[in-house]
């Protein structure tokens, strides 16, 4: 792709950025944007006419605050959701899709996953906090009206 290919002002329009209304800097929805269309750091330095070191700064600046806005969404998402359920250190992930499912049941939400899938996804987004098929550590299980699950960590108490 050369320099003349390159639109970073079309690319963030028809993708809709608003500074106004996002966490990104316009510098690092631009770089983010380069980097989608496969373009190595030293070529984005060229283009938008600053340092390597500057774009690996701003990429890693941008990476950060979108895993921190997405955080958010499921820590709002996770605060309204009608079932709510916390699993203690030593819960068995076999014992988990059983309490989800009947605690979906009595407030009439269906849940968007199988009991393995559930489980699977408990496991995955809890991290460290699951070993093996074992909570080592509390998690807070949300499920929202439309049958999204949200794992979060849960601090001891």
Do not use: W
């Not at 006419?49 to 709002?76: C, L, P």
């Amino acid at each position: 792709m050369t320099d003349d290919e390159i639109d970073v002002d079309g690319i963030l329009e028809r993708a809709g950025f608003d500074p106004a209304e996002n966490v990104l800097t316009r510098r690092q929805a631009e770089v983010l944007a380069l980097r989608e269309r496969g373009l190595a750091q030293a070529e984005i330095a060229e283009l938008l006419g600053t340092s390597r070191a500057n774009v690996s700064s701003v990429e890693s600046s941008a990476r950060d605050n979108v895993s921190k806005a997405r955080e958010t969404i499921a820590f709002a998402e996770t605060l309204r959701a009608p079932v709510q359920i916390t699993l203690d250190a030593g819960t068995d992930l076999y014992d988990v899709p059983a309490r989800v499912f009947a605690e979906c049941d009595e407030v009439g939400v269906k849940v968007n996953h199988t009991a393995p899938e559930l489980m699977k996804r408990i496991s995955d987004e809890a991290g460290d906090a699951v070993v093996g098929r074992n909570v080592d550590r509390r998690l807070f299980v949300g499920v929202t009206s439309d049958g999204a699950v949200r794992v979060r960590q849960r601090p001891e108490e």
